[in-house]
């Protein structure tokens, strides 16, 4: 056993009971994903809204590469924002960002993240660009790195 594993199996720290009780993720959750891992992300990927239905959730035919929810194609800016505001949840908070110096902090609710990513989104089709265009995005980790990623995220396979 190697030192970086010897330490992550000794040395890792649980996180305090109070976090755990509201935590997402159960012993339940990865006990499911354990006894059938194909059914546990099957599950996982109907969460999501699909433009078309995956056929296949893991094609290994080719090993060692690996085909993920083959068939399927959805929109990930859809999915990450637009179907929270559907749903209602357009004033949740979607974004809290801290910056630097301490204080600088901005929040982003849903409804306005999906405005961001539009206006984005149309800057990009008024440039010209077009699904298949390849865009670089070097920004620092502020929100509008966020919204450039989303405004760029085409309907297209999973």
């Given at each position: 056993m190697d030192a970086i594993t010897e330490f992550v199996l000794h040395e890792s720290v649980s996180p305090p009971a109070e976090f755990a009780e509201h935590a997402n993720a159960t012993?339940?959750?990865?006990?499911?994903?354990?006894?059938?891992?194909?059914?546990?992300?099957?599950?996982?990927?109907?969460?999501?809204?699909?433009?078309?239905?995956?056929?296949?959730?893991?094609?290994?035919?080719?090993?060692?590469?690996?085909?993920?929810?083959?068939?399927g194609t959805l929109n990930v800016a859809y999915n990450c924002v637009d179907r929270h505001v559907e749903a209602g949840s357009g004033d949740r908070v979607a974004i809290h960002w801290e910056g630097e110096p301490v204080g600088d902090n901005r929040t982003l609710t849903y409804a306005q993240l999906k405005d961001e990513v539009c206006r984005a989104a149309n800057a990009l089709a008024d440039l010209g660009l077009a699904a298949g265009d390849r865009v670089a995005i070097y920004m620092p980790m502020v929100p509008e790195a966020i919204v450039a990623m989303l405004a760029c995220a085409p309907r297209g396979r999973a």
């Open positions: 012993a339940g959750l990865y006990a499911r994903a354990e006894a059938d891992r194909l059914a546990f992300w099957a599950e996982q990927a109907h969460r999501l809204s699909w433009d078309a239905p995956f056929t296949d959730v893991l094609d290994w035919s080719q090993a060692p590469f690996a085909k993920w929810f083959v068939g």
